[in-house]
């Protein structure tokens, strides 16, 4: 096994990588943060209050972590971040999982990006304008002469990501008034059409993995509806370019949106895992597991399935109960059998609890045998340490043994408010177990 830091583990980045390594029986994560975010509800090893990537005491910091934890790989889980520690992957005591610094430093500018590629036909215009420009006569004109028939210019910002800072100028106030709002910005052709990510994966040189998906909605920057889409050979042809150019070793990607001609144009390109790389890594492409191998020197292939997916993304709900127990009196109808189907959600809370070794006790008043029920709903009762068949005129208070630290589950009100009111347990309906969920591994 190998000891793996994502840092920073709560990005969006940081969680995909969780989602796809979590069940890996080769690592174990440790998920690093430099603020209260969302990754100690996720990694089960979490270090709180790494210094920021700009502190002067980070790299010492970082170096005591690894030693503190035996890391032997770090993940950045953020653009400055990849970047930041490829710079100082020769100073860290542990393998940064990253492509070369001169790829990254490429690829967290987009002005280089352009640069670097402009002999290429995919690269957008570029206008070369900077805030300073608007109060020189001589350049004003200039501006005024390449733009004239330009309007509406994009504007985004240079290093940045998720959309964020991005403007339309349609203008020259517009844009006089952007650049001054933002004079990090850069000035490039608009481009109308839908928008594609195309997700890669490149290994000593080669380009194993290149498929497109479309993000049909995007919410702050990330992409939170997209689907899989067949990846023309223009596409194909772009990728290749790309990573012959450039030197990545693992995931990467890069966005493309058509132009009026209806002809590809590049966006940027990112040495990372992305977010929403969760969709392809579901058609069988985990793309950071092979990335680790990828750069422990192991040889990988890959293998997908051809069908069509889409992804949908929506917040969702992580909870810290400070609730101590060790037994569950849970009902049965209604409860663990709803609607004429088994409670499969509630069924996962159960095994956890048999992960945590915490009894179970089923509390009934199912007038058929229960243990006949049980078996044709093929659940085992030696998932239950007992079971209580009651009738309907006894009240379930009595049964509840308050030697052992107890909760109790019922789909009733009624049940619930007589154990809360008599026996001053917590008492839980079924919307409400989704806070008992430990999503640590």
Not at 169 to 179: G, I, P, S, T, V
Request: glycine share 4%.
């Amino acid at each position: 096994m190998k000891n793996v830091l994502v840092f920073p583990c709560g990005s969006e980045i940081g969680l995909e990588i969780n989602n796809a390594l979590k069940y890996c029986k080769d690592f174990v994560l440790f998920g690093g943060s430099s603020i209260d975010d969302h990754g100690k509800y996720v990694y089960n090893n979490y270090i709180p209050n790494i210094p920021f990537i700009d502190d002067d005491n980070f790299l010492e910091f970082i170096n005591s972590v690894i030693e503190k934890y035996s890391i032997d790989l770090i993940y950045p889980a953020h653009d400055d971040v990849v970047l930041k520690l490829a710079q100082l992957k020769n100073q860290l005591n542990a393998h940064v999982v990253v492509s070369n610094d001169r790829t990254c430093d490429i690829c967290r500018s987009k002005s280089k990006t352009y640069d670097f590629f402009k002999d290429e036909n995919f690269i957008p215009k570029y206008y070369d304008i900077k805030k300073d420009d608007f109060y020189s006569d001589e350049k004003v004109e200039k501006i005024n002469k390449v733009l004239d028939k330009e309007f509406p210019i994009f504007l985004k910002p240079d290093v940045g990501q998720g959309a964020k800072g991005v403007a339309i100028a349609n203008n020259f106030d517009d844009l006089k008034h952007h650049f001054n709002e933002n004079p990090g910005l850069i000035a490039v052709e608009y481009l109308p059409y839908e928008e594609y990510t195309i997700d890669c994966f490149s290994s000593n040189d080669r380009l194993l993995y290149c498929e497109k998906r479309e993000r049909i909605r995007v919410k702050d920057g990330i992409s939170v509806n997209a689907t899989t889409i067949k990846t023309e050979q223009i596409i194909k042809d772009i990728a290749k370019k790309i990573n012959s150019k450039l030197s990545f070793d693992g995931a990467w990607f890069f966005q493309l949106k058509k132009d009026k001609n209806n002809q590809y144009k590049l966006l940027e390109i990112a040495p990372r895992i992305a977010g929403t790389m969760a969709l392809h890594r579901n058609t069988g492409i985990n793309f950071p597991l092979l990335t680790l191998y990828s750069h422990l020197g192991i040889d990988v292939n890959v293998m997908t399935n051809d069908n069509k997916l889409t992804i949908d993304r929506a917040l969702m709900n992580r909870f810290k109960y400070e609730i101590n127990y060790n037994r569950v009196y849970l009902d049965f109808d209604d409860t663990v059998f709803v609607k004429g189907k088994v409670n499969t959600f509630l069924m996962m809370f159960l095994y956890q609890c048999v992960n945590e070794n915490k009894e179970i006790i089923l509390i009934t008043k199912h007038v058929k045998n229960i243990k006949e029920t049980l078996k044709e709903l093929k659940i085992d009762i030696n998932l239950f340490n007992d079971i209580i068949s009651l009738t309907k005129d006894d009240e379930k208070y009595k049964f509840i043994d308050l030697s052992v630290a107890s909760i109790f589950i019922d789909d009733s009100f009624s049940e619930r408010f007589s154990i809360s009111d008599k026996l001053n347990i917590p008492v839980f309906d079924l919307d409400a177990i989704e806070s008992l969920i430990n999503w640590k591994m």
